[in-house]
């Protein structure tokens, strides 16, 4: 895989896609791409975050701990972004992502991240957005609990 | 030491100052007669008629006589200038010497300054003053006896002659130096005063620089780069009022001694036209005189130079060594003498009502009384200001106690010579200095008292060895020998080098730092030269970590170098090289300007593919950095390119696009060829790399490693899978490869790989040697402060010392591992005296006796189980954390 391939991923994801090539391409050239082989660890719940990642290619298991056992929430695949609140909003990473085949992805370093949204607000809008998205998908699959708790 | 440089001079060259008085006089004979002769040529030999002369006992025609004199006029211009030779060489050797001498002694009171003087002085003003203050002072010293008696005698020489002519004229021609002499002092005095204030005010800049080079940070956070500026333009404007006044004063002098030399021909003229019109002086007479006179102004001016140059010299010397002479200085005697054999500090150490003022009636220490034995353990306890770190270094002898007495053994310890307090006691500070050298260097530092072995000389280095032994004693320096064995040995119970590694690995054991001394290990180099038997066994660790990388779980982890294959994780110089480069001749920012390596690339046709591969990298690494501010972290993180030289390159790629690569200059091919060396293509992932690419790369290896010339040969290492590389790293030697980019976790998991091989053939002894050469930089600064100050801690128990003092010497590691460091260091020192001036309340848990402190005075003293209850000073501390 090579810068080119990976700046094609990067502009499919939706948090880059209003993002300019220029910057993209910085991003891609000052991550590192690292392979995981199936059932390695991204990361571990718990851990200091230090860099999201960004799914290339492969899938990945959203683990989260329960009554001492670690239950599968969710699923991570091609083009997301994985790890970035730790880093956002400086807590220990709050869930395990382990591969469940062979993974490839973006590593970006806390500060890059950062930096980057410093320097091109419009990649920081960009991820607002996302959050703010996934704030709303949050708060609707919250409402729509409390009815059905409310319903019972 | 003497009060003016002339008691210098006088002191230590008084028969080297009359040698050169000597040659001095006894040039003179032949300087008179050299003079002399080309007169007696032109009139005895080419005017006169009278020939053949006799001459001791010969008989000579005109021509054999004129060839004869003029022979004589030869031979007394070599003699001549042989003297002038001579005298030059011997003064030069006489200044050199006395500067020697002066920065030996300066450089020796250093050493002796009681240690509160260095709170007073900076480094940046003493530095200048021994190196570069001096300098001209050896210059002078040459000439201080010889060249006033040499120009003072011509003047009195040529002053007779003129008198003897006339004793009116002579009056006159001498009639104006009781002026000069009157005057010129007087004016030079305030001359003097000035040339004193600039030295201060060059001092005063010099300490200036240097609090601004330690204190930058502050200056930065604080935003007082303007305010410090405008203070250094201060200073600036104070040197450059003085020294104007100076030119001004300097200049005046010259005025007025051009003018009064001239003015002497005026009586010259005036009196003497008189006397000759008269009839009371001989015409000729008058023009012997005039001529006379010409003859005294160069001596009268040099004597004049010579004076303001003394002047000069007077005022260095006395400035620099008023520097130097602080009071309270460390008798010389406790220095040199040297121990009884096995000496050990026994009995109790006493403290009775021991005080410590500083200059302004602070009290630090004020009426400490204790006993401690030698055997107990002791931790002083107290908060910042209590005094406890002045305390630990009073027990040091460190600092001198302004009243009140400190014993050890009933011995005072203000008599005890360093070589029993230095030796028989181990203090460490809070600082722990490291000196650069080897971390070995470092931890044998404590043991080097004197020379104990001397060095072994072959036949070529014996004589100078004799003579530097030679020109030290007569400079008044040491005579003992930097490259003699130092190491005490004994004084650490081993006998050899092997045995005191050995003990020193124990105790690097003890403060835990047995881990960072083998990363260090890694990253060194071992010269296979002179340890065959371990680049051997590192050669099968190489074997054994290649074995395990046949396990696909694990191959992925380093690609191997093979001769064959071209590497993906590795840059393109080294897979052009395919070795490690030694010194710069291939040093990759290097290589695209080596002659040969460009010879090679034309050769095999890739000089254009190269330089096209350059022209895309610039395009790139303009394209993604030029948006970023010049002084951003990714330049130096992940640019080809630094931030200043990108506008360069932007201009370079314009002119390609207009001109083609072929219209490049040589300066412009060089830059573009420079880039693409520094690719990697598994890290860079730039796809400029292909299989053909790469095959014709290692076409290009294996050109550069055929032709290689003789001369480059030492400049590269080749990478060889059954030979040990002196220039690379033991990681590099055992990993013969690159860890691969891209794999998660990748530098982990290959640094357990090797610990696992090193552990398993036993090699880990020998990493941790190799470590123990690592070099630790200017101050230490190449290991962190936690790493220093375990260091000092073994620097310290390698003496094997009777009383251990521990002042705030482990701060710099986290509580847990001071802790554990701590009851290692308790039960080392087991029945020695071990004194712990402690950061932290709470650690005085572990010590038989806790002594607290506050402001300056002991509040407390007991077991930690006495003391440890409501109410105590004790109590409140720990409860503070």
């Known amino acids: 895989m090579s810068l080119s391939e990976e700046l094609e991923a990067l502009r499919n994801i939706p948090m880059f896609a209003n993002v300019e090539p220029t910057q993209l391409k910085l991003l891609a050239f000052t991550s590192q791409r690292l392979t995981f082989g199936a059932g390695q660890d991204l990361f571990r719940r718990g851990d200091v975050g230090d860099s999201a990642y960004i799914i290339i290619s492969g899938e990945a298991d959203v683990l989260v701990d329960k009554e001492g056992t670690e239950v599968a929430v969710a699923k991570a695949g091609k083009n997301e972004i994985v790890g970035e609140i730790a880093i956002l909003c400086n807590v220990p990473r709050t869930a395990t992502i382990r591969a469940v085949t062979e993974l490839t992805a973006l590593k970006i370093p806390k500060d890059l991240f950062f930096r980057l949204i410093a320097e091109f607000p419009d990649m920081g809008v960009q991820v607002m957005a996302e959050l703010a998205r996934r704030l709303h998908r949050t708060t609707q699959q919250l409402t729509e609990a409390l009815a059905k708790l409310e319903d019972r | ?881």
């Open chain 2, 1 to 881: 030491m003497e009060p003016s440089i002339f008691k210098f001079i006088l002191r230590h060259s008084l028969r080297q100052q009359i040698a050169i008085l000597c040659l001095t006089v006894g040039s003179f004979p032949f300087l008179y007669f050299s003079l002399d002769l080309p007169k007696i040529i032109i009139n005895d030999a080419i005017n006169a008629k009278d020939f053949p002369k006799a001459l001791l006992g010969m008989e000579f025609e005109q021509i054999p006589y004129l060839l004869l004199l003029s022979g004589i006029f030869l031979i007394l211009v070599i003699v001549k200038s042989g003297f002038r030779f001579s005298i030059n060489i011997y003064q030069g050797l006489l200044g050199e010497r006395m500067l020697r001498r002066l920065r030996y002694e300066l450089y020796s009171r250093i050493l002796r300054f009681p240690l509160l003087h260095f709170r007073r002085v900076s480094p940046n003003e003493m530095i200048p003053m021994i190196t570069s203050e001096v300098e001209p002072l050896g210059g002078f010293v040459g000439e201080a006896i010889a060249l006033p008696a040499f120009y003072g005698g011509t003047l009195v020489v040529i002053f007779a002659f003129v008198f003897i002519q006339d004793p009116i004229l002579g009056l006159a021609a001498i009639s104006l130096y009781p002026i000069q002499g009157y005057l010129i002092p007087r004016l030079q005095r305030r001359v003097n005063e000035l040339a004193k204030q600039r030295v201060q005010a060059v001092r005063e800049t010099a300490r200036n620089i240097g609090e601004t080079v330690s204190g930058v940070t502050e200056i930065h956070a604080h935003d007082t780069s303007q305010y410090e500026l405008a203070k250094f333009a201060g200073r600036m404007g104070r040197i450059y009022e003085i020294r104007y006044e100076i030119y001004q004063r300097k200049f005046f002098i010259k005025f007025l001694n051009g003018f009064l030399a001239q003015l002497t021909p005026f009586f010259f003229y005036s009196i003497g036209g008189y006397l000759v019109i008269e009839g009371d002086l001989s015409f000729g007479a008058l023009v012997a005189v005039l001529a006379a006179y010409k003859d005294l102004t160069p001596p009268w001016k040099e004597l004049l130079k010579y004076y303001q140059r003394q002047a000069d010299a007077r005022i260095k010397y006395e400035q620099v060594t008023m520097q130097f002479a602080p009071a309270d200085m460390l008798d010389e005697s406790l220095q040199t003498a040297d121990p009884e054999p096995d000496e050990r500090l026994s009995g109790d150490i006493v403290a009775t009502n021991v005080r410590l003022e500083e200059d302004d009636q602070v009290k630090i220490i004020d009426g400490v009384t204790f006993t401690f034995g030698l055997d107990e353990h002791i931790a002083i306890v107290g908060s910042g200001a209590s005094g406890k770190e002045t305390l630990a270094m009073l027990i040091a002898r460190l600092i001198a106690p302004t009243g009140g007495r400190l014993t050890i053994g009933g011995r005072d310890l203000a008599d005890l010579p360093e070589s029993v307090t230095g030796r028989r006691m181990a203090y460490v500070g809070p600082g722990s200095y490291m000196f650069s050298g080897s971390v070995r260097d470092n931890l044998f530092y404590g043991l080097k008292h004197r020379p104990l072995r001397p060095a072994v000389y072959d036949e070529e280095t014996a004589p100078v060895r004799a003579r530097a032994l030679q020109d030290a004693v007569l400079a008044g320096n040491t005579g003992l020998d930097p490259r003699a064995g130092w190491t005490d040995y004994a004084a650490a119970g081993a006998d050899g080098p092997e045995s005191l590694r050995v003990q020193a690995m124990g105790l690097l054991d003890l403060v835990e730092m047995d881990d960072t001394l083998y990363e260090m290990g890694l990253r060194g180099t071992l010269d296979p030269g002179e340890r065959p038997e371990i680049a051997e066994r590192l050669l099968s660790a190489r074997e054994a970590i290649h074995e395990r990388l046949r396990d696909p779980e694990l191959a992925g982890l380093v690609e191997p170098f093979d001769e064959a294959k071209y590497n993906d994780n590795a840059t393109v110089a080294e897979n052009l090289l395919f070795g490690t480069p030694v010194g710069a001749d291939f040093d990759i920012d290097n290589l695209a300007e080596s002659p040969y390596v460009r010879k090679v690339l034309d050769q095999v046709g890739l000089t254009s593919d190269l330089l096209e591969m350059g022209r895309q990298v610039a395009g790139l690494m303009i394209e993604l950095f030029s948006s970023l501010d010049p002084g951003h972290e990714f330049f130096d993180q992940f640019s080809f390119i630094e931030a200043e030289d990108l506008p360069e390159f932007h201009a370079l790629l314009g002119r390609i696009t207009k001109e083609g690569l072929e219209g490049l200059g040589a300066d412009d091919r060089n830059r573009l060829l420079s880039l693409p060396f520094k690719l990697i293509p598994a890290r860079h992932r730039l796809d400029q790399i292909d299989d053909d690419m790469r095959a014709r790369l290692l076409t290009a290896r294996r050109a550069f490693a055929a032709e290689l010339p003789e001369a480059l040969k030492p400049s590269v290492e080749f990478f060889d899978a059954g030979k040990y590389n002196a220039a690379a790293s033991l990681q590099d030697n055992i990993l013969f490869g690159k860890v691969a980019y891209g794999q998660a976790l990748s530098a982990e998991r290959v640094g357990a790989m090797i610990a696992e091989v090193v552990d398993e053939l036993g090699l880990r002894g020998e990493v941790l040697e190799v470590g123990l050469d690592y070099e630790v930089g200017i101050g230490g600064a190449r290991l962190g402060i936690g790493q220093r100050q375990r260091l000092a801690i073994v620097r310290s128990l390698l003496k094997r010392p009777d009383l251990m003092i521990v002042n705030e010497a482990l701060t710099a590691l986290d509580d847990a591992v001071q802790t554990r460091i701590l009851r290692n260091l308790i039960a080392e020192m087991k029945g020695r005296g071990l004194i712990f001036v402690s950061p932290r309340a709470s650690l005085a848990r572990e010590f038989g006796r806790v002594v607290v402190m506050e402001s300056g005075r002991i509040v407390e003293q007991g077991t930690f189980a006495e003391l440890d209850r409501e109410g105590t000073r004790l109590h409140e501390l720990m409860s503070a954390g």
